[in-house]
């Protein structure tokens, strides 16, 4: 028999999680130690438990969960983390793959998906969907920070794309989804990211790299 998998699931609807954890206590081999909508409490079950495997929401809150990824990988290294997001997961692969994450899965993905996306990582397989390799995803670029690149995320680099086009950040919060509040966040780890103070600063030097072609994904 399997050895049984300790599962966290951090989330952002609890009926959801609900339905996930009977989903997965199906299978002999799988227990969920944890559930929360609160990204302390799941990083707190995450030291406590160190779980074999954390689903995790993309969206949580107010904002994405690329920093929370890493954070959760630097804790515990071995922890698989399956991302499952509603937006399309091709777009996010390389910038999730990147920061440590095993997998992708959409919400509206089947109970044999999941299963089968834990049940490869147990022997070191990540899945996933026919559509994406027929899309040519592979290979992964290597990290931007080693060739010198922009260490932007997905969103970051979104948000910065809308600014050189001159889009308000009312506008931008609403295209993502998150509070105004939540772009001015964004903007203080851009232009840390970018080594520059100001709005104009970071469009220069945004502007700059993409001319050149240079990857700015991290």
């Known amino acids: 028999m399997n050895e049984v998998w300790r599962v966290v699931i951090i989330g952002s609807q609890p009926t959801s999680m609900l339905g996930t954890k009977l989903i997965l206590e199906e299978q002999k081999d799988l227990v969920v130690e944890g559930m ?4 302390a409490d799941g990083m707190r079950m995450v030291e406590d438990l160190l779980p074999n495997v954390v689903l995790l929401d993309y969206r949580l809150q107010d904002q994405t969960s690329e920093e929370l990824l890493e954070r959760i990988k630097q804790m ?5 983390v399956i991302i499952v997001t509603d937006n399309d997961g091709l777009s996010l692969l390389q910038s999730l793959i990147s920061r440590g994450a095993s997998g992708l899965l959409s919400k509206q993905s089947s109970t044999f998906q999941l299963i089968h996306m834990i049940t490869g990582l147990r022997e070191g397989i ?30 970051e680099a979104f948000i910065m794309e809308r600014i050189v086009q001159g889009i308000t950040y009312d506008k931008i919060a609403s295209e993502i989804q998150v509070s105004r509040r939540s772009i001015d966040n964004y903007l203080r780890k851009i232009y840390v990211k970018l080594g520059v103070s100001t709005r104009a600063q970071a469009i220069e030097k945004y502007a700059l790299y993409t001319r050149h072609n240079r990857q700015v994904y991290a």
């Not at 929360?36 to 990204?39: H, W």
């Not at 515990?76 to 698989?80: N, V």
């Open 76 to 80: 515990s290294p071995s922890t698989h």
């Open 36 to 39: 929360t909508a609160s990204e």
């Open 126 to 155: 990540a899945s996933l969907p026919l559509e994406w390799v027929r899309q040519g995803v592979w290979p992964l670029a290597s990290s931007s920070m080693n060739e010198g690149g922009i260490s932007l995320s997905e969103t």
